[in-house]
């Protein structure tokens, strides 16, 4: 059954429609409702297509991808893909029902995975298959303004609907895009929410941008490092979306951070001229918090040098994906001690309550725990 095409509302519609004649075609003189309604990124994506050339009536081609190509770009990316398809296929089932479906790409724009598409093989099926594919390019250079190429030259989310892609053959589209940052805060990726000829969902904006976090604190858990930092302002509730993550090596350099930390702790890594260490941040010795580490304290609270104050979860750190690649292995043993210590720590020290969680007597954890102690295992 054909899709049926949705337009935007009659007013949005034709708002859109002037902007593109005043920002596009130059119409003079200048109309500020148009303009007015559409956000800045656009128009400066608009200009960048215009200074580069383009006309809004050149064709768009999607070039076709070899399978070697699409193998290799992926492959490059494999860190980044495996981090991020959980989220992908969460994505794929909140949005299921709206015929939107979601693209990640790497820095340069270029696919590397695909969520589920909506099915059937009518004109939006085909329209989705064009760009759905890893090794696409759909960075600015290549199809002009859109939410990829936008989020990924502002580096920030957005969303863009229909007219406000640059070229008429992409203005079936309908996306929201959310930039990706890696540990040390440099820009490596984006993901992409798009639709062809849906409804507008603005509010995907926001549900591309917590997706997009929820990959980058993915990718930072991975990270091999000695300590990992949850961190929290005192008395605010923690989640996914809020909650700092800071690593740091044996020496006490820091080695990542997700978005959250860098901000609590206004210092953006990939932009620093020298390697930042514990110190620098924390008025508090290193060795401190390795010592709550193994003891499993729950919530410290530490000063900062800046006066502030911040909640901090220590836990040891090394992912078991770096430990593979340091040629080591965890014993089968010392992984049961940290799930049993992680149980105590999450029931804030009740080994009843933790006993009962893992359905074992506390005399077993009790005897588990204390093995660890006397082998010699951080505790």
């Known amino acids: 059954m054909p899709a049926t095409v949705v337009s935007p509302p009659p007013e949005r519609s034709l708002a859109i429609a002037q902007a593109r004649r005043e920002l596009i075609e130059g119409e003079s003189p200048p109309r500020a409702r148009g303009a007015a309604c559409v956000d800045s990124w656009i128009t400066r994506s608009w200009q960048r297509c215009i200074e580069a050339g383009r006309r809004p009536q050149q064709r768009v081609s999607f070039d076709p991808v070899s399978r070697a190509a699409g193998c290799d770009v992926a492959e490059h990316n494999r860190a980044l893909v495996s981090a991020a398809r959980p989220v992908i296929d969460r994505l794929s089932r909140a949005i299921a029902d709206t015929r ?15 969520g589920n598409l909506p099915g059937g093989v009518d004109a939006a099926s085909r329209h989705a298959r064009d760009i759905a594919r890893v090794g696409v390019d759909l960075s600015e250079r290549a199809i ?10 502002e580096q920030e989310s957005v969303w863009l609907h229909r007219g406000e892609h640059f070229f008429d053959d992409t203005s079936v589209y309908s996306c929201a895009g959310a930039p990706l940052f ?12 798009t639709g062809v000829q849906v409804v507008e969902r603005p509010e995907l904006r926001h549900l591309a941008t917590l997706s997009a976090r929820s990959i ?51 210092q953006p890594l990939a932009r620093c001229e020298h390697a930042l260490n514990f110190n620098d941040l924390f008025a508090l010795p290193l060795h401190m918090m390795f010592d709550a580490a193994r003891r499993g304290d729950a919530v410290l609270e530490v000063p900062l040098w800046s006066g502030l104050r911040v909640q901090a979860r220590p836990r040891r750190g090394g992912s078991s994906e770096g430990a593979s690649a340091s040629g080591t292995r965890p014993r089968l043993r010392d992984v049961e001690t940290e799930l049993i210590r992680k149980a105590v720590t999450d029931a ?24 660890g102690r006397s082998a010699g295992m951080p505790d």
């Open 100 to 114: 939107y479906f979601a693209i990640l790409t790497n820095a340069d724009g270029v696919v590397i995975d695909v």
């Open 144 to 153: 002009g303004t859109s939410a990829i190429g936008t989020a990924l030259a």
């Open 182 to 193: 890696g540990p040390r805060g440099d820009c490596i990726g984006m993901l992409d929410l």
């Open 216 to 266: 980058e604190n993915m990718l930072l858990i991975r990270e091999p490092c000695e300590l990992l930092l949850h961190l929290a302002w005192p008395g605010s509730p923690s989640s996914e979306a809020t909650e700092g993550l800071l690593c740091i090596d044996a020496g006490g350099g820091i080695t990542g951070a997700n978005a959250a930390a860098r901000q609590m702790l206004h």
């Open 348 to 371: 804030r020290g009740n080994v009843a309550e933790a006993a009962r969680a893992l359905g074992i007597s506390r005399a077993t954890v009790y005897r588990k725990l204390w093995r």
